[in-house]
């Protein structure tokens, strides 16, 4: 939970993307989504440092800057160092062969109303572009094997 008391849920996926930078991975993701023609809202979050970027975003209303539901945020984290605690600690034996990921996406979501659609959009950019492994604390990797929950 946050601090208002809202359930917050997170779901990551590991890749291997071959991105020099955060800001890099995220714009190349950024465009991915934008291909589909569904407006997004958003607004860029931090700085942060050259392996992290960050956008808080949310599928837009059509004529409108307003979103459609509660803005998600997306963070993604670059680099094999980088993750690497990350990687050992869901996957301590590479069971699920995600050792020597180097990027690291990160979908939060919280409030009222969840954007399930845009994860959704999310999921499927991040597997076309990195060929994503996904996770989430409840389901562990079990979650792949169904599409995202809501």
């Known amino acids: 939970m946050n601090d208002e008391g809202t359930v917050t849920y997170q779901l990551s996926f590991?890749?291997?993307?071959?991105?020099e930078s955060g800001d890099e991975a995220l714009d190349r993701l950024l465009d991915h989504l934008l291909e589909s023609g569904v407006p997004l809202v958003g607004e860029?979050?931090?700085?942060?440092?050259?392996?992290?970027?960050?956008?808080?975003?949310?599928?837009?209303r059509s004529g409108s800057d307003r979103p459609v539901a509660d803005?998600?945020?997306?963070?993604?984290?670059?680099?094999?160092?980088?993750?690497?605690?990350?990687v050992i600690a869901?996957?301590?034996?590479?069971?699920?062969?995600?050792w020597g990921c180097d990027l690291l996406a990160t979908v939060t979501l919280s409030g009222d109303n969840?954007?399930?659609p845009l994860v959704d959009r999310i999921w499927a950019a991040v597997v076309s572009l990195w060929g994503a492994v996904?996770?989430?604390?409840?389901?562990?990797?079990?979650?792949?094997?169904?599409t995202s929950q809501h």
């Open 14 to 19: 590991f890749c291997r993307s071959g991105e």
């Open 134 to 146: 996904p996770w989430d604390e409840s389901s562990g990797f079990e979650i792949a094997a169904g």
């Open 114 to 116: 969840p954007d399930w």
């Open 90 to 98: 869901v996957s301590p034996n590479d069971e699920h062969g995600i």
């Open 71 to 86: 803005l998600l945020t997306l963070e993604v984290h670059v680099g094999v160092a980088e993750i690497a605690e990350s």
């Open 44 to 60: 860029c979050l931090g700085p942060y440092e050259a392996p992290v970027a960050a956008f808080r975003l949310g599928t837009g």
